[in-house]
């Protein structure tokens, strides 16, 4: 089926550990994003990307890492893992009529 | 940069009736697109409605309509009829379709549908 596969769904960490969350999409699209979401504040823009091989950051940056080496799949990276970083986490990739978003990855870190 | 506001972090409306969910936004930009989305408690984001700035008639879809007002940087979402299946988080948000196409979110709004 088309549209954007986020795996895993969800994931408790310890402080200090690492992951990285896969962002895949089979529509073709050239820009993807990463967003968090968190109560009270809606979606905020963490890294994007505008192609195949280029990133660029977004509204909170800091502590994530991404790679677009392909241009379906779109990897989020955690090196180290905070409290702060408890959250939802939505990848999206554009369409002409505006996104279409994977179904998130409730991500805990105690 | 640009921001988006929703100043009702939740609202309720009985089944059938009308509601209206306020968003006003910040930005110098003359083109650019505004959306409202719906994240129901399955967590899935839906795409609900668009506007394209340079449109004055504003758009709807089915049940759903925007006041968008865009000298007062207002952008309005009615929706008619009521159902309980509209029980949702509703969010708000702005994208120029330069520098990324990034989308810029308001903090969303609660909306409760009683039988």
């Known amino acids: 089926n088309a549209g954007v596969t986020q795996t895993p769904k969800f994931r408790v960490l310890k402080t200090g550990q690492s992951m990285t969350l896969l962002c895949a999409q089979d529509m073709n699209h050239e820009y993807m994003y990463w967003y968090r979401q968190d109560p009270g504040m809606g979606l905020r823009l963490i890294h994007y990307s505008v192609g195949e091989g280029t990133t660029a950051k977004g509204e909170v940056p800091d502590g994530y890492n991404v790679s677009r080496l392909k241009k379906q799949n779109f990897l989020l990276g955690l090196e180290s893992a905070a409290p702060s970083q408890t959250s939802v986490y939505f990848c999206?990739?554009?369409?002409?009529?505006?996104?279409?978003f994977g179904s998130g990855t409730r991500l805990t870190v105690v | 940069a640009q921001t988006v506001t929703q100043s009702q972090p939740e609202m309720s409306v009985q089944e059938a009736e009308t509601v209206t969910l306020s968003c006003t936004y910040d930005?110098?930009?003359?083109?650019?697109?505004l959306f409202w989305y719906k994240q129901p408690p399955s967590r899935q984001m839906i795409l609900v409605i668009r506007?394209?700035?340079?449109?004055?008639q504003n758009a709807t879809e089915n049940r759903f309509s925007v006041n968008f007002q865009k000298a007062a940087k207002s952008f309005s979402l009615k929706i008619s009829d009521s159902q309980l299946g509209d029980t949702a988080m509703y969010f708000c948000?702005?994208?120029?379709?330069?520098?990324?196409?990034?989308?810029?979110f308001g903090e969303g709004t609660q909306l409760t549908v009683n039988p």
């Open positions: 930005t110098s930009e003359s083109n650019y697109y």
């Open positions: 948000a702005f994208m120029k379709p330069t520098s990324g196409s990034r989308l810029t």
């Open positions: 506007q394209e700035a340079y449109k004055q």
């Open positions: 999206a990739s554009r369409t002409v009529y505006g996104y279409t």
